[in-house]
């Protein structure tokens, strides 16, 4: 019983260890440098969201990926789609994005938390299959969008209200 429930565990996997490891860690990396801005902005889903949102993103990708290579062995019990997985992870943290979004007498709040939560999203998928480059670029360009254009813009925004 005990060797069973070993061989649980000792599953071959399609893709190396190492690889599965740095896919996690860049998911893990990556929504932790767009939830590292939101922290230091109060926002209240800040850094740990953000890392274990792309973290799960990521994970859900490598199982994909493992089904789909079990499903070629076993092709005629079983059918996957791969694309459903994108469907899915959009779906989950698009719901978790609306959740950060308060309206509180004509006031919203948390858009653009929610925004990037579902951006994470996106990240942990991009890591998950091992679009490194594709992760990378589009944190480089929400850290862009988050830090770069407030800074552009707020001032911009003042003038416009007469608030100083």
């Not at 599965?20 to 590292?36: C, D, K, N, S, Y």
């Not at 493992?66 to 694309?83: C, G, H, I």
């Not at 925004?115 to 091992?130: E, K, N, Q, R, V």
Request: proline share 3%.
């Amino acid at each position: 019983m005990l060797e069973q429930l070993a061989g649980e565990f000792q599953r071959p996997m399609s893709l190396p260890g190492p690889v599965v490891t740095l896919r996690l860690v860049m998911a893990v990396l990556l929504g932790g440098i767009i939830g590292w801005e939101r922290e230091v902005k109060h926002r209240a889903a800040g850094l740990r969201t953000h890392m274990l949102i792309a973290l799960a993103a990521a994970c859900f990708t490598l199982v994909a990926l493992e089904l789909v290579d079990f499903s070629n062995v076993n092709e005629d019990q079983q059918r996957t789609d791969p694309l459903r997985l994108i469907e899915a992870v959009t779906a989950g943290v698009a719901f978790l994005a609306a959740g950060s979004i308060v309206i509180n007498h004509g006031n919203v709040r948390g858009i653009t938390t929610g925004a990037s939560m579902w951006l994470c999203g996106a990240i942990g998928l991009c890591c998950g299959t091992g679009d490194l480059r594709l992760a990378m670029i589009a944190t480089a360009m929400a850290m862009i969008v988050l830090y770069l254009v407030r800074v552009l813009v707020t001032p911009v925004a003042r003038e416009d209200t007469g608030d100083d």
